[in-house]
């Protein structure tokens, strides 16, 4: 077997769907039915995954490191909340198209000052532009409502035909609806011959450009494309809670991010997707018994994480469904455990 056609088998092994993603992806559903009093921080979950996931497209995948991801989120939050309180686009599903690309464009216009630096100055960048929207969004409150946010907005019902609830039903179905489709669009970009030239990138862009791949480009796009997705977060937001503040540019947001990562891991979709799920119910938990402290044992965690590895930590949460469906079924299934990644 030549080395082009090990390559093509294994993307192929890789784009396959396991039992265990199936299973992720069922539990998610079923938490909705069973959890009914839970909408709201389950909706919130279902937001930061996919925030998160914007932003392992680009450091996970492309290793563009941003500390100034909430800029697009912020910018798809004020898109969708400014369509609907003025009566511009008054269908959600549209309206958060419309947010997407607002924010795309922004990150197509930011990608070109991201890609002439190193870390450090990307890290620098990405800051500063989240700073500076976060600055103009308060001068000019005649239009963003400054530090009380936007005000009044009325959410229309989805598709026409479903309406937010104020126990917040609605809101995470819809917000599930979105997450999935998304992922789906974004597991087809990573596994397609896109994808490998990102991770090729990512590994070494001096021998990825000597082997012809455009270096530039196609951090331009993989940019372009998780800025749409930080976008439809941010409408998200602001579609599920009626509210647009100016803490959508925070820092804090794009820290809290980072966090996700940590956690969950970076260079795998579903790293984002788990991490959500941690952080914020660690969030919760420690918030609950130690209010003014939860911040040191979630920093404590993180210590865990990196003495023991993420991989050994949360290796059943993926795969262990896939294991026992296996035995179930009579076959013989073999755990292996990952070296740790720390």
């Known amino acids: 077997m030549s080395a082009s056609s090990d390559v093509g088998f294994h993307a192929q092994r890789q784009a396959r769907w396991h039992y265990g993603e199936a299973a992720f992806w069922l539990v998610v559903l079923a938490c909705g039915f069973l959890f009914p009093s839970r909408y709201l921080i389950m909706t919130d979950i279902l937001r930061l995954a996919l925030f998160a996931m914007s932003l392992d497209l680009i450091l996970g995948y492309a290793g563009i490191v941003s500390l100034g991801h909430a800029a697009f989120f912020g910018v798809g939050a004020y898109a969708a909340g400014l369509l609907a309180l003025h009566g511009i686009i008054n269908e959600p599903v549209l309206a958060l198209i419309a947010a997407g690309l607002a924010a795309m464009v922004l990150g197509f216009a930011a990608s070109f000052l991201v890609i002439r630096g190193v870390d450090l100055t990307r890290l620098m960048v990405t800051l500063g532009i989240a700073l500076l929207l976060e600055a103009l969004a308060e001068r000019f409150s005649n239009i963003t409502g400054g530090t009380d946010g936007l005000q009044g907005i009325d ?81 998200l937001f602001t579609q599920t809670t009626a509210i647009a503040s100016l803490d959508v540019f925070a820092f804090e947001r794009s820290a809290d991010l980072m966090l996700v990562l940590v956690i969950g891991g970076t260079g795998y979709l579903y790293g984002g997707l788990i991490g959500a799920v941690i952080f914020r119910i660690l969030q919760e938990v420690f918030s609950t018994i130690t209010p003014q402290y939860w911040q040191f044992w979630i920093g404590l965690v993180l210590v865990v994480i990196v003495l023991v590895g993420r991989q050994r930590l949360h290796y059943g949460v993926l795969y262990l469904p896939n294991l026992l469906i296996k035995q179930i079924g009579g076959r013989k299934a073999i755990v292996t455990v990952p070296e740790s990644d720390a």
């Not at 609830?165 to 609806?177: C, N, P, T, V």
């Not at 490998?196 to 990825?208: D, G, T, V, W, Y």
Request: proline share 6%; hydrophobic share 60%; glycine share 8%.
């Open 155 to 235: 959410m229309q019902p989805i598709l026409g035909q479903i309406p937010f609830d104020m126990f917040g039903k609605a809101g995470f179905f819809y917000s599930l609806a979105v997450l999935f489709v998304l992922f789906l669009l974004a597991r087809r970009i990573v596994h397609s011959p896109f994808g490998l030239s990102l991770r090729a990138i990512k590994n070494n862009p001096l021998r990825a450009a000597a082997i012809g791949i455009p270096v530039n480009r196609r951090l331009i796009a993989i940019y372009t494309v998780a800025a749409f997705y930080a976008g439809i977060a941010g409408a």
